[in-house]
């Protein structure tokens, strides 16, 4: 009995080390590592020739509060605050539709949102620049029309910048939409209409405080990608847009100040965290809620 | 009655618009990359040149090439180290599990371009040469985590009597594991290897960091070509991409439809 008990043992610990070291190895060289490695780097100094000096110093996070940072800091997190709302208004009112229909269509309805959460967001955004641009599709054919005489500036602006990111970032904000509509038990709206709630209320009362996590949950899947997106800010916003996202690409392989790329990293990463802490305080307190 | 129903035309009026809006530019995309005119604007007549000039560049075809290899190469090794990271979160407790767990929604969470910064600095601090085995080693590390994820979403609707049925009908750890456990969570390693591909295919950011001068995926160069002008073989090439996907995609959710109707 001990003896079979005891391989038995043997033979577990033994596939837990085969199957979960490689993982723990991987992630903890190729992600944790990294990760320290520019925390570290945030505190060095950068070198005449752009070089990374060991020499401690708190610089780079001062450097971070002067007003040409701070202002590319704001406006980006403007950016990302209005592709946000642009997402969940324009999100919303789309998923619950989905989420509502038949059966029958539901499952071509629901493809045809995963089809562009697949395709490349870079061949999505290049999409944009072949139909806003001056001599472009849409100004081409306003122009043959006559509405317009003059091509309109659509690409280069901050409009466009945020076109370009609710377009890449719209299909995130809906599925997480998607998922918690569609897991709203429905006989909580019958009772709600049953006991006179007028559709208004019962959809703020009801519906909107129910579908809160998927809300939530789409808010940082947008908002924090948001941030890091340089290539739509740089396509579609040219030289003028300089995002926080930009930002840090321009220090690491062009300005080569990688302990001030460092430092932005790192306030990124504050920044994400802020928005992970907020969300898994107010999931808990709705489970509670809920218990 | 009737006002319910007014709602449901208005709400279903105005998802028609947004799926329109979601797909209009990418059939604009289509339509023009067969557009006789080198300008991106006013329909002049069908033509399959703009292919054809794309089959005779050389930059381009290397950069498929290269993604093609790191898109194989990065799938078949985070799928190993995924699926076996999936089965043994399922089977073992051991230390350092909610650490693991936290650690793997890490490529997830963080924004992609403080992944790509994070790994140039730390090749460059361990003197590796930044090119192909660079962007392998960088894509199956974003590939890992949702690879866990999809395996182990298949994992949970798994029945765990069904393995002590096979090892006390005498089949050993192994033997179970591959005709008992496999077969029943392949569909799920599949998903998550076909995530891994097209994940792997389509990274532009994080790529950008690590492939180092003269290393260039197919985003990469269509990123390059962007920035020096709009011509129709850029829409030939994003056509040709938006077919892999969309294909992957296609056969992906068909796997996860299957999936589910049995269930």
């Known amino acids: ?291 | 009655m009737k006002k319910r129903k007014l709602t449901k035309g208005i709400l279903g009026t105005y998802s028609f618009l947004i799926y329109f809006i979601l797909y209009a530019p990418i059939i604009i995309l289509v339509v023009y990359s067969f557009n006789k005119s080198k300008l991106n604007a006013v329909w002049t007549g069908f033509t399959l040149n703009w292919y054809s000039v794309l089959a005779n560049d050389g930059d381009v075809l290397q950069a498929l090439q290269n993604s093609l290899t790191i898109a194989f190469f990065s799938t078949v090794i985070s799928t190993f180290i995924g699926t076996l990271a999936a089965v043994g979160m399922y089977k073992y407790k051991f230390k350092g599990k909610t650490a693991l767990d936290g650690l793997l929604y890490v490529p997830i969470i963080i924004p992609e371009i403080v992944m790509g910064i994070s790994l140039l600095v730390f090749f460059t601090q361990t003197k590796i040469t930044l090119g192909l085995f660079t962007l392998i080693l960088a894509h199956v590390t974003f590939s890992i985590s949702y690879v866990v994820i999809v395996v182990r979403a298949r994992m949970k609707s798994f029945d765990k009597s069904l393995e002590e049925a096979a090892m006390d009908l005498g089949a050993n750890g192994l033997q179970t594991f591959t005709k008992v456990t496999l077969p029943i969570i392949l569909p799920g390693i599949i998903a998550g290897a076909l995530m891994a591909f097209t994940l792997s295919l389509d990274d532009v950011i994080i790529s950008f960091f690590v492939s180092g001068a003269g290393f260039e995926t197919l985003p990469l160069r269509i990123y390059s070509m962007v920035r020096t002008g709009v011509t129709p073989e850029i829409n030939a090439l994003s056509t040709i991409m938006l077919a892999v996907t969309l294909s992957i995609a296609i056969i992906s959710e068909l796997i996860q439809l299957k999936k589910s109707k049995k269930i």
Request: contains cysteine; charged residues 10%; hydrophobic residues 50%.
């Open chain 1, 1 to 291: 009995m001990d003896t079979t008990k005891g391989k038995y043992k043997k033979k577990r610990q033994y596939g837990h080390i085969v199957t979960i070291s490689p993982v723990m190895l991987w992630m903890i060289i190729l992600v944790a590592v990294p990760l320290l490695i520019v925390a570290g780097m945030g505190f060095m100094t950068r070198g005449t020739y752009g070089q990374v000096e060991y020499k401690f110093t708190l610089d780079n996070y001062k450097m971070l509060a002067q007003p040409i940072y701070l202002k590319i800091l704001l406006d980006s997190l403007g950016i990302a605050f209005l592709t946000t709302f642009f997402c969940l208004i324009l999100g919303y009112p789309f998923a619950y539709f989905v989420a509502n229909v038949s059966a029958k269509y539901k499952v071509i309805l629901f493809m045809l949102i995963m089809i562009p959460f697949w395709t490349n967001s870079l061949v999505r955004t290049y999409a944009w620049i072949v139909i806003l641009r001056t001599t472009g599709v849409l100004n081409s054919y306003l122009m043959q029309i006559g509405i317009i005489h003059q091509p309109l500036q659509l690409l280069y602006t901050n409009g466009a910048v945020i076109l370009g990111l609710t377009y890449a970032l719209f299909p995130f904000m809906v599925l997480s939409l998607y998922s918690s509509i569609e897991a709203l038990d429905k006989t909580y709206l019958e009772a709600a209409s049953d006991l006179g709630a007028s559709p208004v209320q019962t959809f703020l009362r009801v519906t909107l405080p129910l579908t809160m996590p998927g809300i939530s949950a789409g808010i940082i899947l947008v908002f924090i990608p948001t941030l890091g997106l340089f290539y739509i800010s740089d396509l579609l916003g040219g030289s003028k847009t300089m995002l926080i996202g930009n930002l840090i690409q321009n220090e690491f392989l062009t300005a080569r100040n990688w302990p001030f790329g460092s430092a932005m990293s790192i306030l990124l990463i504050a920044i994400t965290v802020i928005f992970i802490v907020i969300y898994f305080k107010h999931s808990n307190g709705e489970e509670i809620e809920v218990l």
